[in-house]
């Protein structure tokens, strides 16, 4: 990760590696996929994060579902948007 627009050190949020990252629509989670190199599936995972002023501090990352998914998931945000319904601020 790394602050927008000005730049600046990069800071990595996950333990293992992962790719595709997506903020959640609540700003409460950055998802991501980690892949396992020795089989062909991922896990989806999220870290918690807070955000004021210029801090930024993100939780541990953890598996969002203990399924993991082969290839690829149609519909991903669909899914996401019915397991974690936007609250209503």
């Given at each position: 990760m790394q602050a927008f627009p000005n730049g600046g050190a990069t800071r990595q949020i996950?333990?293992?590696?992962?790719?595709?990252?997506?903020?959640?629509?609540?700003?409460?989670?950055?998802?991501?996929?980690?892949?396992?190199?020795?089989?062909?599936?991922?896990?989806?995972?999220?870290?918690?994060?807070?955000?004021r002023g210029e801090s930024f501090v993100a939780d541990k990352p953890r598996a969002w579902?203990?399924?993991?998914?082969?290839?690829?998931?149609?519909?991903f945000f669909d899914e996401l948007h019915r397991r974690v319904p936007l609250s209503s601020k």
């Amino acid at each position: 990760m790394q602050a927008f627009p000005n730049g600046g050190a990069t800071r990595q949020i996950s333990d293992d590696g992962g790719t595709f990252p997506a903020w959640s629509r609540n700003g409460h989670d950055l998802f991501f996929w980690q892949f396992d190199e020795h089989r062909p599936q991922s896990q989806l995972m999220a870290a918690s994060y807070q955000a004021r002023g210029e801090s930024f501090v993100a939780d541990k990352p953890r598996a969002w579902s203990e399924r993991r998914l082969v290839s690829f998931l149609l519909n991903f945000f669909d899914e996401l948007h019915r397991r974690v319904p936007l609250s209503s601020k």
